[in-house]
């Protein structure tokens, strides 16, 4: 059974700091992209960080660029956003997200978090 399981969400100030986790089960995690999403109320969820399946190559949403880093344990199975100079506007649900991409025209593996909830308010 898939899993992907989000942590350390929570309320900070402005300009503070936090590490969400995300640990995954049931799939090869070590095979798979991996990418941090988010959704503020009213609006779309948006790509916030990915880092491709060996953690060499990473890249970000330009609003987050210099402020947050994405990160992986293959042995750890686990996914990492380092979160620093928040913003208020950084609130937001925050996923995690597996995907790995399939030959012959096959859809790919894709699998959600339930969420974490991440809120920038003095």
């Known amino acids: 059974q898939v899993q992907l399981v989000e942590s350390g969400g929570g309320l900070v100030q402005p300009g503070g700091s936090l590490r969400l986790s995300c640990a995954a089960s049931g799939f090869t995690f070590s095979s798979f992209t991996m990418s941090w999403y988010r959704q503020a109320p009213g609006k779309e969820r948006e790509l916030v960080a990915r880092?491709?399946?060996?953690?060499?190559?990473?890249n970000y949403a330009d609003s987050v660029k210099g402020r947050f880093t994405i990160s992986r344990d293959n042995a750890a199975n686990t996914v990492y956003l380092q979160m620093n100079s928040l913003k208020p506007e950084d609130t937001a649900v925050f996923y995690c997200?597996?995907?790995?991409?399939?030959?012959?025209?096959?859809?790919?593996?894709?699998?959600w978090g339930q969420g974490t909830q991440v809120t920038v308010s003095s």
């Open positions: 997200n597996a995907n790995k991409h399939r030959s012959w025209g096959l859809p790919s593996y894709d699998y």
């Open positions: 880092i491709t399946s060996s953690g060499g190559n990473t």
